[in-house]
Antibody, heavy 120, light 108 residues
Framework: QLQLQESGPGLLKPSETLSLNCTVP???????CAWVRQTPGKGLEWIGG???????FYNPSLKSRVSMSVDTSKTHFSLRLKSVTAADTAVYYC???????????????WGQGTLVTVSS | SYVLTQAPSVSVAPGGAATFTCGGD??????VHWYQQRPGQAPLLVIF???GRPSGIPDRFSGSKSGNTATLTISRVEAGDEAAYYC???????????FGGGTQLTVL
């Protein structure tokens, strides 16, 4: 069973930069890693995603603050969200975004998620 | 931007059928995927491409689509099905993922 694992600081102060990593298995070539967040008690919000080649798609509502990258081993995908506020407090998930027939489709599997709290 | 609309909540007695709807403009042209999220857990794919069922998902879960509505149906509901259910599409026109707001299933 494919496993994804998010990692990164759980507590940030307002105006800091959120940095999270998602580790995927070595044999997951042509991987498309998406980031999704969920504020407490609310629904799912797509942040964006990055292909192993570096191609990205971002949610327009977050685009000005978001950047994503992938390392040369293609096993570590990173999310950066700058100038965080309390509204960015959420559980952040990484997930494999399947490409089927040349089209991005569903998310499977998901990481367990990591809670990031923004508080002064 | 594309919007998916879900009812906030559904309640059903054990053994009954739960129906979740996901409304969107011309959703017939979209591929709809469904996720189950139990409290404290990550979402789990239960239906892909409108009606496909991943390995390990019971055949009590089924999906369909008609007009401007996609539907997830759980038959013979069990207590363990209590969760939030989300629909999702990839909107080609904007190159964005869209999630519905989610529907909370309560098993009475």
């Amino acid at each position: 069973q494919l496993q994804l694992q998010e990692s990164g600081p759980g507590l940030l102060k307002p105006s800091e930069t959120l940095s999270l990593n998602c580790t995927v298995p070595l044999d997951s070539v042509k991987y498309y890693c998406a980031w999704v967040r969920q504020t407490p008690g609310k629904g799912l919000e797509w942040i964006g995603g990055i292909f192993y080649s570096g191609t990205t798609f971002y949610n327009p509502s977050l685009k000005s603050r978001v950047s994503m990258s992938v390392d040369t081993s293609k096993t570590h995908f990173s999310l950066r969200l700058k100038s965080v506020t309390a509204a960015d407090t959420a559980v952040y998930y990484c997930a494999r975004h399947l490409i089927v027939g040349g089209r991005l489709s569903w998310f499977d599997p998901w990481g367990q998620g990591t809670l990031v709290t923004v508080s002064s | 931007s594309y919007v998916l609309t879900q009812a906030p909540s559904v309640s059903v007695a054990p053994g009954g059928a739960a129906t979740f709807t996901c409304g969107g403009d011309n959703i017939e042209a979209q591929s709809v995927h469904w996720y189950q999220q139990r409290p404290g857990q990550a979402p789990l794919l239960v239906i892909f491409y409108d009606r496909g069922r991943p390995s390990g998902i019971p055949d009590r879960f089924s999906g369909s689509k008609s007009g401007n509505t996609a539907t997830l149906t759980i038959s013979r509901v069990e207590a363990g099905d209590e969760a939030a259910y989300y629909c999702q599409v990839w909107d080609d026109t904007s190159d964005h993922v869209v999630f519905g707001g989610g529907t909370q299933l309560t098993v009475l």
